[in-house]
């Protein structure tokens, strides 16, 4: 079996083969490790081998992982779950981004929870496929949530995310990618200090770095297939 180092170089080799042939320069796209349900001595075995970005989807265990891994000063923490107003003042407290956001009363409660010292780096989630049931909100709505957000002291808007519908052709990921580069392109045009677009898991990296992807967001290839148990994390937000 891979190790988790084996498997970081590997997800490295797949980000610099995806930039090459999008004639893109290999640090343009950020990997994100995402260590949701995976345990505290896989993330330490993912730095070891020089990972120092991590993701997490659920608030409780996010932050236990954060708090028991204080030692490791110069890991960047990313919020990637969705987001219930009970539980900002932790994520606001403890991650240094959140990706996730997709309503103003949200943007507002982190602004007003997170410290005047440090700014928290926030995405705002999009539904591109304007999926029911799917967290994000819609293209249109985009600017003005953006304009809202870029006033906020405490938060730094720095872009988008997405997870696109997983019922598409590859051709119909492709264009659900592409007008993501083009919301972003538009952003950037209005805020200057957007450099992040998040999109690409495990199974449409290439897609995703093609379509102009800045962070690709991979769990299952860096720690392997998630065991779901009865009431584990995957359950709770
Ligand atoms: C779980 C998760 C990922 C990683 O997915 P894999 O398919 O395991 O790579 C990426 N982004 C988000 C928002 C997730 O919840």
Request: aromatic share 4%; charged share 25%.
């Amino acid at each position: 079996m891979e190790t988790i180092a084996e498997r970081i170089k590997s997800a490295l080799e797949r980000i610099n083969n995806a930039t090459n042939l999008a004639h893109r320069a290999t640090d343009s796209v950020k990997l994100l490790a995402v260590s949701k349900t995976k345990p505290v001595s896989d993330i330490v075995l993912a730095y070891e081998a020089g990972q120092r970005m991590f993701g997490e989807n659920y608030v409780q265990e996010g932050v236990e992982k954060i708090q028991s891994l204080q030692e490791f000063s110069d890991i960047e923490w990313h919020y990637i779950g969705p987001l219930q107003s009970n539980k900002s003042k932790l994520v606001a407290e403890n991650f240094d981004w959140v990706q996730t956001i997709d309503r103003l009363k949200i943007a507002k409660r982190l602004n007003a929870q997170r410290s005047p010292h440090k700014k928290l780096n926030v995405l705002i989630q999009v539904n591109i496929n304007q999926e029911q049931n799917k967290s994000g909100i819609a293209p249109l709505e985009l600017v003005s949530l953006a304009e809202e957000i870029n006033k906020m002291p405490n938060l730094t808007l720095r872009g988008l995310m997405t997870i696109p519908s997983a019922h598409q052709s590859e051709r119909e990921l492709s264009a659900s990618f592409a007008t993501m580069n083009d919301l972003f392109n538009q952003l950037k045009d209005r805020h200057s200090q957007i450099d992040t677009l998040s999109m690409g898991m495990s199974n449409d990296v290439e897609a995703a770095i093609i379509g102009g992807s800045t962070m690709v967001r991979i769990g299952t290839g860096i720690f392997g297939e998630r065991v779901p148990v009865k009431n584990s994390a995957e359950k709770q937000q």
